[in-house]
């Protein structure tokens, strides 16, 4: 069972566009929702990240909301750029006994045309 | 050094080799993590590492997986009689401590590269 189903599998946006991908989750136990970035050949970054108490949280160019009722959550980034394109992968932490593991979605690859 | 550091990145191995990929965590982090990411796919949680000791290791898919960290800084990540299915990007990541996904100090190397011939 995929705990952390993301979407769209892939996306096109022009320059100075919005992109928005969407996660929703399964785990009502998952605490802490981070977004990473990932380039060719690279390891993921983290981007931004929101609890669960929390609707909202922009940093720059990008904002994550949060839905808690309906289980899901979304990355917009404004205005978005060539260098934007990359991989994204919402993903879900799950506190056990004093640590935390990352439960990633499947990633978004978006392109960003000129 | 200054970021998480994996070899080999590329490595190719036939069907029944064993194979050994290496971390190198940030200097001083605890916590150390080993993640598989098949093409296509998001990363999935392998093994955790506090210092030398294995918490977790839910998610090595078999018995032929196995890791270390006998020193409580470089781990192993080793691989006996490899199949194709084990064919993908090798992640390892460390933070400061076992809480770090909350805060955000989770890094992550460039990852090993396998393919099962």
């Known amino acids: 069972q995929q705990q952390v189903k993301q979407s769209p599998q892939s996306l096109i946006v022009q320059k100075g566009g919005i992109s928005i991908i969407n996660c929703a989750y399964e785990n009502t136990a998952f605490d802490y929702f981070p977004w990473y970035q990932q380039f060719p050949g690279k390891g993921p970054a983290l981007l931004i990240a929101i609890r669960p108490d929390v609707s909202e949280k922009k940093e720059g160019r990008f904002t994550i909301s949060f839905n808690k009722s309906a289980k899901q959550f979304s990355l917009h980034i404004m205005d978005s750029q060539p260098g934007d394109s990359a991989t994204y992968f919402c993903a879900a932490t799950l506190m056990n006994s004093g640590y935390s593991t990352l439960t990633f979605g499947k990633g978004t690859m978006l392109l960003v045309s000129p | 050094g200054a970021g998480v550091s994996q070899s080999p990145r590329y490595k190719v191995a036939k069907r029944g080799q064993d194979v050994a990929l290496r971390c190198d965590p940030i200097?001083?982090?605890?916590?150390l993590f080993w993640y598989q990411q098949a093409l296509g796919q998001g990363p999935e949680f392998l093994t955790y590492f506090q210092n030398e000791a294995q918490l977790d290791k839910s998610g090595l898919p078999s018995d032929r997986f196995f890791a270390e960290r006998p020193e409580g800084s470089v781990s192993t990540l080793k691989i006996q009689r490899t199949q194709q299915e084990d064919s993908a990007v090798y992640l390892c990541a460390s933070s400061a401590d076992g809480d770090s996904p909350h805060t955000g100090e989770l890094f992550f190397g460039e990852g090993s590269r396998l393919t099962v011939l």
């Open positions: 200097s001083g982090h605890v916590s």
